[in-house]
């Protein structure tokens, strides 16, 4: 055990909130596309509920799976594995950890109820409906009976919060919920997220298959397969901007907001294949795969950016 206590920042994961910033920030510039304005208070809602239940998962995600033996202080090196360990590191924590958890779903529901005062009847079902599944992915992404992320379901948790569920909460809070640009942009945000946490897998690998946590990368076979599986991934998130380029007006700045992004590509999955000989290169290609997500939610939020104000 370090003798070093961790940090609120550490705690909750502050470096991944950026997944929920992307959505959130790509559906309020879709309603400037489409109505010439955005909802402020909306907008402030929305995040409220969407960062208060991301911080929740997180929070239960390290309580359960250190409980249930997947963190583990050499899983806790690197921050772009899929925990922080901080559990193993003070368990004394796991009061405060509880705390942070709860209060997130408490203060997602204040602000959902927020969101039902500020909105039109017509658009109740639609928040309810949201917070009621994400609040449920939350805790049971690792929890005890359904541990979605043990079974290989915890990928198809993650695409759907932070893709469809995520941009759906953001179009609704500008009162767009279900317009075809938001339809057409959905799944690139839960995919940009997946790819972020298929590289933290393929980090945890040995620690997830000694805990019984099965994820896809391992159902696949291994960390070939594994990087295969992010090569789809990518390619997937890659064909949903190219399309999006084709249906928004100004399309075209989309395409060049990806050009950053797809440029890194090579060097990752040059890493990750190697990774099999070299422990230490498995944890670069993490890294770098990380920095692509980051490059592509800078740089395709400015995409959207550039297209609401022309």
């Known amino acids: 055990m370090t003798d070093r206590c961790p940090g609120t920042f550490e705690i909750i994961r502050a470096y991944g909130l950026l997944a929920m910033v992307v959505p959130l920030t790509i559906s309020t510039a879709i309603a400037v596309i489409v109505t010439g304005g955005f909802n ?39 921050i772009f594995s899929g925990g922080s360990a901080v559990m193993v590191k003070d368990p004394g924590l796991e009061g405060k ?7 997130g779903l408490v203060v997602g529901l204040l602000g959902t109820l927020g969101l039902l005062y500020i909105s039109e009847r017509e658009l109740w079902p639609v928040f309810i409906f949201i917070f009621l599944a994400a609040a449920f992915l939350s805790k049971y992404y690792t929890a005890e009976p359904v541990k979605l992320a043990y079974r290989g379901l915890g990928e ?51 620690y997830d298959r000694k805990a019984g946590k099965l ?14 599986g992010l090569m789809v991934l990518h390619a997937m998130l890659i064909t949903n901007i190219i399309f999006a380029a084709y249906v928004f007006s100004n399309g075209w700045i989309l395409i060049l907001a990806l050009v950053p992004y797809i440029a ?4 990752v999955f040059a890493l990750l294949m190697t ?23 800078v740089t395709i939020m400015a995409g959207f950016f550039l297209m609401a104000v022309m």
């Open 264 to 267: 890194l590509l090579p060097k």
């Open 40 to 78: 402020l208070s909306g907008l402030l809602l929305a995040a409220v509920v969407g960062f208060s239940i991301h911080i929740s998962m997180n929070v239960y995600n390290d309580i359960y799976d250190t409980k249930q033996g997947c963190d583990t202080l050499d899983s806790g090196e690197s």
């Open 156 to 206: 198809i948790s993650i695409w759907l919060g932070f893709g469809p569920f995520a941009i759906l909460l953001g179009a609704a809070a500008q009162g767009i919920p279900f317009h075809p640009l938001v339809i057409t942009i959905m799944p690139a945000t839960g995919l940009s997220t997946l790819i972020f946490a298929w590289g933290g897998q393929i980090v945890d690998m040995p």
């Open 97 to 103: 950890l509880f705390t942070i958890a709860r209060a």
């Open 275 to 297: 990774g099999m000989e070299i422990r230490e290169n498995v944890y670069e290609g993490a890294r770098l795969n990380f920095f692509s997500f980051v490059v592509f939610s």
């Open 215 to 228: 994820g896809l990368v391992i159902r696949l076979g291994g960390l070939k397969s594994g990087t295969y």
